[in-house]
């Protein structure tokens, strides 16, 4: 089992900065990918940033440039840096971690662990 407790939303203005963190516990040796995905009222929910246990990122589009996800491997903690916030980013911001693990050259996925989610607020 893996628990993810996130921190950091808040209220900012339109062109602020904010830094999510995610801290993971539990069997965290299963952890493959983490990523930070958001959902808006009436919106579904979409993938904002992820990164391997490599260090691999990927981005939606409508953050590249903007946001940053990194990890701490050690701390078992993913973070995603929010800069040049605008009204659009506002939304709850879900950490997520797919659990799975490589054998004999083959990946087997054992699924995914969600936060409780946190909300991040851009006024404009």
């Known amino acids: 089992q893996v628990q993810l407790v996130e921190s950091g939303g808040g209220l900012v203005q339109a062109g602020g900065s904010l830094r999510l963190s995610c801290a993971a516990s539990?069997?965290?040796?299963?952890?493959?990918?983490m990523g930070w995905y958001r959902q808006a009222p009436g919106k579904q929910r979409e993938l904002v940033a992820s990164?391997?246990?490599?260090?691999?990122?990927s981005y939606a589009d409508s953050v590249k440039g903007r946001f940053t996800i990194s990890r701490d491997n050690a701390k078992n903690t993913v973070y995603l840096q929010m800069n040049s916030l605008k009204p659009e980013d506002t939304a709850v911001y879900y950490c997520?971690?797919?659990?799975?693990?490589?054998?004999?050259?083959?990946?087997?996925?054992?699924?995914?662990?969600w936060g409780q989610g946190t909300q991040v607020t851009v006024s404009s």
């Open positions: 997520n971690a797919e659990l799975g693990n490589y054998y004999s050259g083959t990946y087997y996925y054992h699924g995914d662990t």
């Open positions: 539990g069997s965290t040796f299963s952890i493959n990918v």
């Open positions: 990164i391997s246990s490599s260090g691999s990122t």
